[in-house]
């Protein structure tokens, strides 16, 4: 039986995340069951550990810090869905790349839900909508566990998007769930990925936590 656990942590500054799950990374043992933990930020600029600062192009009042997660820079901000996957990949027998597409996967079934098509972009990971990036992906991999994962726009402010170039790639464009369905919400979006959780990666028993850190 594979389980799963998914804590909904409410809104979380980028830096406590981030402690913490490389924390539970580090000395979690084999027999510690996977999670996910659904959560937003408060706004900041993530630079992946390859990341190049050029690629911030107009200066803000909005911090940027250096992660140690793969990708460029990217935007976190509230009405945006975080997902945290802290999955042992050597247990459930997945390769980086087949993290990353089954969880672009998911970001790609929760959007059919809503009706909206999108798709992915080869050398580019992430999910898009006509070219549009709606989704970024970022992992880091540790003792054969992952964690970091996707960040899925849903009814936030984009304006700050141009003030990089997101994932390192110059003239993209951003989009949001909110520009197809009217009167989304981070809630009902989050119960549709905790569904298709189920599905794509083969969890059979899943426990939800809700409770803010």
């Known amino acids: 039986m594979e389980n799963l656990i998914i804590k909904s942590l409410g809104l979380v500054p980028y830096h406590k995340s981030w402690k913490l799950m490389k924390e539970f990374t580090i000395k979690r043992k084999t027999d510690v069951q996977d999670e996910v933990w659904l959560l937003e930020h408060t706004p900041i600029f993530t630079l992946g550990y390859n990341g190049d600062t050029s690629h911030l192009i107009k200066p803000s009042s909005i911090p940027i810090t250096k992660s140690d997660r793969g990708g460029n820079i990217t935007y976190h901000a509230p009405g945006q869905l975080v997902g945290y996957l802290l999955v042992d990949l050597k247990r459930k027998n997945l390769r980086i790349h087949d993290l990353v597409r089954t969880t672009e996967n998911l970001i790609i079934n929760t959007l059919k839900d809503y009706s909206i098509q999108s798709h992915t972009i080869k050398k580019a990971p992430g999910v898009y909508v006509e070219g549009a990036k709606i989704c970024s992906l970022g992992f880091r991999i540790k003792n054969g566990c992952s964690y970091h994962g996707f960040a899925l726009n849903i009814n936030m402010d984009l304006e700050p998007f141009s003030y990089i170039n997101p994932c390192g790639l110059e003239g993209i464009k951003i989009t949001q769930i909110k520009f197809f369905v009217q009167n ?15 599905q794509d990666f083969g969890y059979t028993n899943i426990d939800i936590k809700k409770y803010n850190t």
């Open 184 to 198: 989304i919400d981070i809630e009902n979006v989050q119960n549709k990925i905790i569904l298709n959780l189920e």
